[in-house]
């Protein structure tokens, strides 16, 4: 992809930006942000994408007094290789000077949702927003106060730190951050206990792939050379995944079992493997715990049984478990994909034991590929980051961000939530049960505070909105969960405006509340810094000073990275576990959700909701015109049989619905989803869509089998012609 350059940008767009820049900050900056840019030099800056994605992209930002000249990808990067997304090749424009940018803090004038807002000065946001929560404190305690963020900006100071600080100061409740990634890992975790296994360039010494639940020609793009490079070097691609997604389509072969049966397929594998006695005894004997457990488990899983549960050939589940154990190196990739379902964690568990099973792990580029921030969690002196000793042990009660629209209703929940902190976050969209989640943001009693870029769909129920600046405007340090490679990022600009970054937020607040405590004032650069002073090896020749310099690097692990050839596997016992007494389940289990009899006549239909948007990334740019032009609208994949049977033709306007919500939509009829299957975009702004509702209307708070993370695949509806 080319990157785009800034020179043509409509020189009002800048003028007017920088004169709202010049206006000044009404409030005086706690002086905590020194090292902010020279705005009258000429200067190239580091940076790094800070979204929820694997790749986690290095690039530069040239400016000339404050103005952006230049954006684009980080050439000393080889995992970026010079190469943006889609989603983010225009940032500056689409978010840093956005017209629609929010400048200066806001007061709701209007109705909660009515997006009615009055601008107010810093001073006024902070004192009022204060005293409510101070009042909130006293009358109810801190634990009527919840704090709502998640992956809208990884970046490690503007995602923590200050309001991790803040937020475990006032005693308010613990948000359990699991909508995303936890169940994967907790399952990953009972079969090998860390979940960093082959690193994504080594992939191309693989030979036998298996993308299972992932798409990266979509969402994970910097891997799909090293995976096409392996196939040019002779890898056979396959991809295990319910939807025909891009990926599926370029790879030499697609297995599309029903949604949610992961777990029977992988068990299934595992029963074939035994019975053809294609294992690897000498790596079971060694290096794993539970064989006999689990060869007496599988037993049930036989293919004709795991052809029923999953919908596939019995010939197709032996001919994959026989190539897959038979080739070498031979690689399975998942990330997140086929969590989101009840049984999603067992999945992760089951699919994990595959590679100790068949000994793929004693060879370069074979094993299992998953993620990788515990690579940083031992690189990097996370002081600054971890809550200070003092506030570490938090007894305060949790609260599952997936079942947002549960609490905000809760009349049992004692204390209630008074108070709604959301930053780095739009629950509107991406949190499950949006009709209940937006019902809980109507109330009347319920004080909403948003830190963001845009009036989203979550800001418009805020009382008070506070402007934040865009990652070209603030210090940061990057870890990644997709790559070896650790950012930082330079503020290229100053703050847009009156934005401030989500730190100042916080300390400004603690400032206003009387706090005294040093940990609030820690500037973000030294953060930044005090997390790069590691002596830890992986950081050799890695600084503030040359990542400024040169951008991401690549953390100093081992020219071979290969965790188990030896075993070495990081659970109680050291050994990759097939079984586990001391867990629920000490095994695996395929356990489908149980839907009623009247459910499944009224919805007949599977819903999935996935990230197939190629221009946006979770809720994030769905809302810039040129974006959702290109993305084109907002369509239900549909079954041709399933289409014939309610008289749908392609492109004819829909309604979908279950008993949480409706959705209006555009059919397009396909063979991507199979019979009995419907499959709609996730991310899509709700108040820019017809009906105002978009998918998480349908889907339900379901939690999880381990890691409670969000079951949000469990879904039925039924669709008609409007
Ligand atoms: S969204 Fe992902 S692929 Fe796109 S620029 Fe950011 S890190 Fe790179």
Redesign the pocket.
């Known amino acids: 992809m080319e990157s785009k350059k800034y020179k043509d940008i409509d020189r009002r767009e800048f003028i007017g930006i920088s004169a709202k820049g010049a206006a000044g900050i009404s409030l005086a900056s706690l002086s905590v942000l020194s090292g902010c840019a020279d705005s009258e030099k000429a200067k190239t800056v580091f940076g790094a ?1 800070y ?1 929820d ?1 694997p ?3 290095s690039w530069t930002v040239s400016t000339v007094s404050n103005k952006v000249t230049d954006f684009q990808a980080n050439k000393n990067d080889p995992y970026t290789a010079g190469k ?2 889609n ?2 090749v225009s940032f500056p424009n689409d978010v840093t000077f956005h017209p629609d940018r929010i400048l200066s803090p806001l007061k709701r004038s209007g109705p909660k949702g009515s997006g009615e807002f009055v601008k107010i000065s810093w001073e006024q946001a902070i004192s009022e927003v204060a005293a409510k929560l101070k009042d909130i404190i006293e009358q109810k305690g801190g634990e009527a106060i919840l704090p709502y963020s998640f992956g809208g900006n990884q970046g490690m100071v503007q995602g923590g730190a200050i309001s991790s600080r803040f937020f475990a100061h006032i005693g308010a409740s613990q948000l359990e951050r699991t909508i995303c990634g936890d169940a994967a890992v907790e399952g990953v975790l009972a079969t090998n206990g860390q979940t960093t296994g082959v690193l994504p360039e080594d992939i191309i010494h693989s030979r036998y792939i298996i993308l299972w639940g992932t798409n990266p020609v979509l969402s994970n ?2 891997l799909w050379p090293f995976i096409q490079e392996a196939k040019n070097n002779g890898a056979t691609i396959v991809t295990v995944d319910p939807f025909q997604s891009k990926t599926s389509e370029e790879s030499d072969w697609h297995i599309q079992p029903r949604p949610g049966t992961d777990t029977a397929l992988a068990l299934g594998l595992i029963h074939v493997i035994l019975a053809e006695n294609l294992q690897d005894q000498e790596y079971i004997d060694n290096y794993t715990l539970g064989i006999s457990q689990l060869e007496a488990h599988v037993q049930k899983y036989d293919p004709v049984t795991v052809a029923q549960i999953t919908g596939l050939e019995e010939e197709t589940i032996i001919a994959l478990a026989k190539a897959y154990a038979t080739s070498s190196p031979s690689l399975i990739r998942i990330l997140i994909g086929m969590e989101h379902q009840v049984n999603g964690a067992s999945a992760f568990r089951a699919v994990a034991m595959l590679p100790a099973l068949t000994g793929a792990w004693r060879h370069f580029g074979g094993g299992l590929m998953h993620m990788t921030y515990e690579l940083f969690g031992e690189a990097l002196n996370w002081e600054s980051i971890n809550l200070p000793a003092t506030l570490a042990d938090q007894k305060t009660r949790s609260i599952n961000m997936v079942e947002l629209g549960k609490a905000l209703n809760d009349t049992e929940l004692n204390p209630g939530i008074d108070a709604l902190f959301v930053y780095n976050s739009n629950p509107a969209v991406t949190t499950p049960n949006q009709n209940l989640v937006r019902k809980g943001l109507e109330r009347n009693d319920l004080l909403t505070i948003v830190s963001e870029h845009f009036l989203t769909d979550t800001a418009r129920y805020a009382d008070y909105v506070f402007p934040a600046t865009s990652v070209l405007e603030n210090w940061d340090i990057l870890d990644s969960w997709g790559t070896p490679y650790l950012n930082i990022n330079e503020p290229a600009i100053e703050p847009i405006g009156e934005s401030k970054p989500n730190s100042e937020l916080f300390r400004l607040l603690a400032q206003e509340m009387g706090f005294k405590e040093a940990y609030f004032y820690e500037s973000d650069i030294d953060i930044v810094k005090k997390t790069l002073d590691s002596n830890h090896e992986y950081m050799k020749g890695i600084s503030f000073t040359s990542l400024r310099k040169r951008g991401g690097q690549k953390l100093n692990l081992p020219t071979k990275w290969m965790p188990h050839a030896e075993g070495n596997f990081k659970t109680s016992s050291g050994k990759c576990h097939f079984y586990d007494p001391n867990l629920e389940q000490a095994l695996p289990e395929y356990i489908p959700f149980q839907y009623s009899d009247e459910e499944i006549k009224q919805y007949p239909l599977h819903l999935l909701t996935i990230k197939t948007p190629e221009n946006f ?1 979770n809720s994030s740019h769905a809302n810039v015109n040129h974006i959702l032009e290109k993305e084109g609208k907002f369509y239900l994949e549909v079954n041709p049989k399933d289409a014939a049977m309610r008289k749908i033709a392609d492109g004819d306007e829909l309604k979908v619905f279950n008993q949480r919500g409706r959705v209006y939509i555009t059919a397009r009829i396909s063979n991507k989803v199979q019979q009995g299957v419907v499959c709609m975009p996730q991310g899509f702004w709700p108040s820019l869509l017809k009906g105002g509702s978009s998918a998480n209307a349908l889907t339900n708070h379901l939690l999880t089998d381990m890691g409670r993370g969000a079951a949000i695949q469990e879904a039925r509806v039924e669709v008609e012609k409007v």
Do not use: E, Y
């Open positions: 994408c979204h994605c790749d986690r992209c943006l997304c989603k983010m793009q910097h990334l």
